[in-house]
Protein backbone atom coordinates (compact mmCIF):
# COMPACT_ATOMS: atom_id res chain seq x y z
CA UNK A 1 0.00 0.00 0.00
CA UNK A 2 1.46 3.66 -0.63
CA UNK A 3 -0.62 6.90 0.58
CA UNK A 4 -0.27 10.04 -0.60
CA UNK A 5 -1.17 13.21 1.16
CA UNK A 6 -1.55 16.93 0.55
CA UNK A 7 -1.78 19.18 2.59
CA UNK A 8 -1.43 23.63 1.93
CA UNK A 9 -4.59 25.15 -0.02
CA UNK A 10 -7.17 27.36 0.39
CA UNK A 11 -7.97 30.91 -0.25
CA UNK A 12 -6.19 33.54 -1.77
CA UNK A 13 -6.62 36.97 -3.37
CA UNK A 14 -5.15 36.99 -7.22
CA UNK A 15 -1.79 37.63 -7.41
CA UNK A 16 -1.24 35.90 -3.99
CA UNK A 17 0.75 32.93 -3.17
CA UNK A 18 -0.03 29.85 -1.68
CA UNK A 19 2.36 26.50 -1.47
CA UNK A 20 1.55 22.75 -1.78
CA UNK A 21 2.83 19.73 -0.39
CA UNK A 22 2.57 15.88 -0.73
CA UNK A 23 4.03 13.43 0.66
CA UNK A 24 4.25 9.53 -0.67
CA UNK A 25 4.75 6.72 2.34
CA UNK A 26 4.19 3.06 2.44
CA UNK A 27 5.34 0.26 0.64
CA UNK A 28 8.09 2.59 -1.59
CA UNK A 29 10.93 0.74 -2.76
CA UNK A 30 11.52 3.60 -5.54
CA UNK A 31 9.52 6.86 -7.35
CA UNK A 32 9.96 7.71 -10.74
CA UNK A 33 8.24 10.84 -10.70
CA UNK A 34 5.99 13.12 -8.52
CA UNK A 35 3.41 15.38 -10.15
CA UNK A 36 0.61 17.74 -9.83
CA UNK A 37 -2.65 18.18 -11.77
CA UNK A 38 -5.58 19.62 -10.94
CA UNK A 39 -9.52 19.93 -11.65
CA UNK A 40 -11.61 22.93 -12.01
CA UNK A 41 -15.72 22.33 -12.13
CA UNK A 42 -16.80 21.12 -15.17
CA UNK A 43 -13.20 20.35 -16.71
CA UNK A 44 -11.61 17.65 -17.21
CA UNK A 45 -7.88 16.90 -14.95
CA UNK A 46 -5.08 18.68 -16.40
CA UNK A 47 -1.21 17.95 -15.26
CA UNK A 48 0.28 21.24 -13.77
CA UNK A 49 3.67 20.30 -13.02
CA UNK A 50 6.40 17.15 -13.22
CA UNK A 51 9.31 15.81 -11.83
CA UNK A 52 11.35 13.10 -12.01
CA UNK A 53 13.27 11.47 -9.58
CA UNK A 54 16.53 13.00 -12.04
CA UNK A 55 14.93 16.11 -11.39
CA UNK A 56 13.82 17.10 -14.40
CA UNK A 57 10.55 19.33 -14.85
CA UNK A 58 7.90 19.93 -17.04
CA UNK A 59 4.71 22.30 -16.72
CA UNK A 60 1.81 23.23 -17.93
CA UNK A 61 2.11 26.22 -20.46
CA UNK A 62 -0.65 28.22 -18.33
CA UNK A 63 1.40 28.14 -15.54
CA UNK A 64 5.44 28.70 -16.65
CA UNK A 65 7.26 31.20 -15.16
CA UNK A 66 4.44 31.58 -12.09
CA UNK A 67 4.49 27.88 -10.20
CA UNK A 68 7.72 26.24 -9.20
CA UNK A 69 7.61 22.07 -8.31
CA UNK A 70 10.29 20.74 -6.28
CA UNK A 71 10.57 17.72 -4.67
CA UNK A 72 12.58 15.69 -2.09
CA UNK A 73 13.94 12.19 -3.01
CA UNK A 74 14.78 11.44 0.33
CA UNK A 75 11.64 12.10 1.81
CA UNK A 76 9.21 11.38 -0.76
CA UNK A 77 7.79 14.62 -0.70
CA UNK A 78 7.21 17.11 -3.49
CA UNK A 79 5.90 20.67 -3.69
CA UNK A 80 4.20 23.31 -5.72
CA UNK A 81 4.85 26.75 -4.62
CA UNK A 82 2.42 29.13 -7.07
CA UNK A 83 2.71 32.77 -7.03
CA UNK A 84 0.84 35.02 -9.40
CA UNK A 85 -2.34 33.38 -8.86
CA UNK A 86 -5.11 34.09 -11.08
CA UNK A 87 -8.55 33.13 -10.79
CA UNK A 88 -8.80 30.59 -13.32
CA UNK A 89 -6.31 28.92 -10.79
CA UNK A 90 -9.18 27.92 -8.49
CA UNK A 91 -9.22 23.83 -8.57
CA UNK A 92 -8.96 20.86 -6.85
CA UNK A 93 -5.35 20.29 -6.80
CA UNK A 94 -4.64 16.19 -6.45
CA UNK A 95 -0.93 15.13 -6.06
CA UNK A 96 0.13 11.76 -8.19
CA UNK A 97 2.78 9.57 -7.07
CA UNK A 98 4.21 6.84 -9.66
CA UNK A 99 7.00 4.15 -8.66
CA UNK A 100 7.64 1.12 -7.78
CA UNK A 101 6.84 -0.58 -4.73
CA UNK A 102 9.15 -2.77 -1.86
CA UNK A 103 7.15 -5.79 -2.29
CA UNK A 104 8.58 -9.18 -2.29
CA UNK A 105 7.87 -9.09 -6.17
CA UNK A 106 7.83 -5.37 -6.94
CA UNK A 107 4.98 -4.10 -8.68
CA UNK A 108 4.55 -0.64 -10.46
CA UNK A 109 2.23 1.51 -8.62
CA UNK A 110 0.66 5.13 -9.41
CA UNK A 111 -1.55 6.73 -6.75
CA UNK A 112 -3.27 9.72 -5.96
CA UNK A 113 -3.89 12.24 -3.31
CA UNK A 114 -7.35 12.63 -2.08
CA UNK A 115 -7.06 16.44 -3.54
CA UNK A 116 -7.16 20.00 -1.88
CA UNK A 117 -8.98 22.92 -3.11
CA UNK A 118 -7.27 26.51 -4.09
CA UNK A 119 -9.69 29.01 -4.33
CA UNK A 120 -8.55 32.41 -6.11
CA UNK A 121 -10.96 35.34 -5.60
CA UNK A 122 -11.43 38.96 -4.31
Known amino acids: QVQVVESGGGLVQPGGSLRLSCAASGSIRSINAMGWYRQAPGKQRELVAVITSGGSTNYADSVKGRFTISRDNAKNTVSLQMNSLKPEDTAVYYC????????????????WGQGTQVTVSS
Open 96 to 111: NVDGITSWYLPQHFNS
